[in-house]
């Protein structure tokens, strides 16, 4: 039996988080102003199945295809949104769910750190993917589970608030995403974060499963 974890549709990729998804990604990178849907799934190995039925049905580009043991994640765009949300329907049609059936996203933790020291800015951005944080910025960590709704929170973060995407990491067993910025940015960021998560309607679960 396949489980839909995450089900999200961007209506518009923000030009950082476009361009960290085409910079990082292995398949086609997407421009800002795309439309984009997110899909993750349990058991993993399904997730290529899924991605096919995508493809054929519309003409949308993959950018991304994970296969973890236990998750899979892709994501697919277009610049009509007509086409990846057609590409939706398809795959909520081969699983025979709807798209209330996802799992509603938890929010594991988020923290803010308010004038990030030099050393730990040197940490950091040693193991980003994205932009740099500088001694002084503020730095807001989010995580989010599933995984794949914290691109969700990525762009809805960077439509709210002047900040930049240092890291973003939408597989896994939680979803990760780091931003930094001035302290007021940061505040507002955050906050758009939060409530994008809080928005997303689905099956409440507990410790990663279904309730």
């Given amino acids: 039996m396949i489980t839909l974890r995450t089900y999200v549709f961007l209506d518009s990729l923000q030009p950082q988080l476009a361009t960290f998804i085409g910079s990082t990604a292995k398949g086609f990178p997407p421009v800002p102003g795309n439309a984009s849907l997110f899909v993750e799934i349990a058991p993993g190995l399904a997730i290529n199945r899924i991605l096919d039925v995508a493809l054929k049905a519309t003409k949308v580009q993959p950018a991304v295809q994970i296969v973890e043991r236990a998750y899979g994640l892709l994501e697919i765009h277009e610049q009509d949104k007509g086409e990846v949300m057609s590409a939706g329907k398809a795959i909520l049609d081969y699983l025979e769910v709807k798209e209330s059936d996802r799992i509603k996203p938890h929010l594991a933790s988020n923290e803010i750190i308010r004038s990030v020291e030099p050393y730990q800015c040197q940490l950091i951005n040693r193991n980003r993917s994205g932009s740099m944080i500088l001694p002084g910025e503020s730095l807001f ?3 989010t589970e599933p995984a794949g709704y914290v691109i969700y929170a990525a762009n809805e973060a960077e439509k709210a608030a002047n900040i930049k995407l240092i890291e973003v990491r939408p597989f896994g ?10 302290e007021s940015e940061i505040d507002s960021a955050a906050e758009a974060a939060i409530k994008a998560m809080n928005s997303l309607e689905g099956v409440p679960f507990k410790g990663g499963k279904k309730e």
Avoid: F, Q, V
């Avoid at 067993?173 to 001035?182: D, H, Q, V």
């Fill in 173 to 182: 067993a939680l979803g990760r995403l780091y931003l930094s910025g001035p």
């Fill in 141 to 143: 960590i989010l995580e």
